[in-house]
C-alpha cells in the first residue's frame, strides 16, 4: 500500500531560472553625460522644493511668529506657575489676560477712531483753507495750484456722489483686510496656544538627539536662550510703555481728544518692529490735524523726536542690560534682520543676536582660550 502510494507521487520538478541575458557594464559615472542628467535633477528637484517653500512661505512666517510669541510669554508661564498653579492653568491665565487686553482696546479705541475720522473728513474743507493762511504755502499755490486742485477735488467728489461710492469700495476692501487679518490673529492665536502649552515637552524631545555626555550643557543654553527671548519680549513691551506714557502727555499738552485711546494706539503700535512707529505717527498726526494744521504739525514733530530718542537711547541701554547685547549689535542686528525677513526678520533679530553671543560666550570663547 505505501509502495504503491509512493509509486502514484509525482516527483517534484525543479524550477528552471529565466534566463534575463548577462549583466551588462556599469555606469560611467565620470561620463559627461550621466554628470549633466544627475546634476539636471538635482536643479530641477531644488526648483520644486524651492517653488514649494515660497508657496508654504506664509505658513512657516505664522509658525515663526508663534514660536517667538510662545518663546516669549514662557517666562510668565514660568512665574505663575511656580505660585503653586500647574502648566496649563498659567497658560489659561496669560490667554485670559491677553484676551481681556484684546477687548478692551477695541472698546476704547474704535469708537474715537470712527469719530476722529468722520471729524476729519467734514474739518477736510476748512483744513485746506486754513493753509492758505502760511504766506509760503500761499506763494506755492499761486505758482502750481496744489491747494486749489485738492479742493476742486474734493467739491467735485462731495458733489456728484462719487465720494460714497468711493467710501463703499473702501469698506469693502477694509472689511477684506479685517476678516484676513483676524483669521490671521486667530490662526497665530491658536499655534501660539499649542506652542506655550507643549513647550518643554518639545525641548525634551529636541535634546533627546543630543548626545548624552552634552544633554546636560545644551539643555541649560537652551534654557537661557528661551529666557533671553523672553527678555526681549518684556524689554519690547516696557519701550512701547514708554512711548505710550509719553504720547499720552503730549496728547494732553496739546489737547488731543481721547489721550488713553491715544495711548492704547502707540503701546500697540511700538510692538510692530519696523512700521510700528510709523503707522503710529500717521495716527497720531492725523488726530492731531482734525484740530488744527499748528496742533498736527507739533504733534507730527513731537513723535519723530520721540522715536530718535528711543532708537539711539531708550532701546539699546533697555537692550544691554536685559539681554547683555551691546547697542551697536542692537541697530545692526535690526538693520540686517529687516532687509533679510522684512517684519519677522525685525522681529526676530534682537534676540537671535542675544543667542550668538550667549553661545560664543560660552562655547566659542572658552575653546580658542583653550586652544
Do not use: W
Not at 90 to 114: E, K, N, S, Y
Not at 124 to 146: C, F, H, M, R, V
Not at 203 to 232: C, D, H
Amino acid at each position: 500500500m505505501a509502495i504503491s502510494e509512493r509509486m502514484k507521487r509525482k516527483p517534484k520538478e525543479t524550477p528552471v531560472a529565466a534566463d534575463f541575458g548577462a549583466a551588462g557594464a556599469p555606469i560611467d559615472r565620470g561620463h559627461p553625460f550621466y554628470f549633466g542628467f544627475v546634476a539636471t535633477v538635482g536643479a530641477l528637484s531644488a526648483f520644486v522644493l524651492m517653488r514649494a517653500l515660497a508657496s508654504a512661505s506664509g505658513v512657516f512666517v505664522l509658525i515663526l511668529v508663534a514660536l517667538f510669541l510662545a518663546t516669549g510669554l514662557n517666562p510668565a508661564v514660568e512665574a505663575i506657575r511656580r505660585r503653586g498653579l500647574s502648566r496649563a492653568g498659567a497658560v489659561a491665565v496669560i490667554f485670559v489676560a491677553v484676551i481681556a487686553f484684546v477687548g478692551l482696546f477695541a472698546a476704547l479705541i474704535v469708537p474715537p477712531i470712527i469719530s476722529q475720522g468722520t471729524n476729519l473728513i467734514e474739518s477736510a474743507p476748512s483744513l485746506l483753507e486754513s493753509l492758505k493762511n502760511n504766506a509760503t504755502i500761499a506763494n506755492l499755490n499761486d505758482q502750481y495750484g496744489i491747494i486749489d486742485t485738492l479742493q476742486k477735488k474734493l467739491s467735485s467728489v462731495t458733489s456728484d456722489g462719487t465720494l460714497l461710492i468711493t467710501a463703499f469700495g473702501g469698506v469693502i476692501g477694509v472689511g477684506k483686510s479685517v476678516l484676513s487679518g483676524t483669521f490671521t490673529a486667530l490662526t497665530i492665536l491658536v499655534l501660539t496656544l499649542y506652542f506655550i502649552t507643549s513647550l518643554p515637552q518639545a525641548t525634551e524631545l529636541g535634546l533627546k538627539l543630543v548626545p548624552a555626555s552634552r544633554r546636560p550643557r545644551v539643555a541649560a543654553l537652551t534654557e537661557a536662550i528661551i529666557s533671553r527671548v523672553g527678555a526681549f519680549v518684556g524689554s519690547q513691551i516696557l519701550v512701547s510703555f514708554f512711548a505710550a506714557i509719553f504720547m499720552t502727555v503730549l496728547a494732553l499738552i496739546l489737547g488731543l481728544p481721547s489721550p488713553v485711546a491715544i495711548g492704547i494706539i502707540i503701546f500697540i503700535c511700538g510692538l510692530v518692529p519696523l512700521i510700528g512707529h510709523f503707522i503710529g505717527a500717521s495716527v497720531y498726526t492725523i488726530i492731531a490735524l482734525t484740530q488744527s494744521i499748528t496742533i498736527g504739525v507739533a504733534a507730527f514733530i513731537g513723535y519723530v523726536v520721540y522715536v530718535q530718542v528711543e532708537n539711539y537711547i531708550l532701546t539699546p541701554k533697555i537692550m544691554k542690560r536685559t539681554l547683555n547685547v551691546p547697542g551697536a549689535v542692537t541697530i545692526i542686528a535690526a538693520l540686517l534682520g529687516t532687509s533679510l525677513l522684512g517684519l519677522v526678520g525685525g522681529l526676530l533679530a534682537v534676540p537671535v543676536a542675544a543667542s550668538i553671543i550667549l553661545i560664543l560666550e560660552e562655547v566659542v570663547y572658552p575653546r580658542a582660550e583653550k586652544s
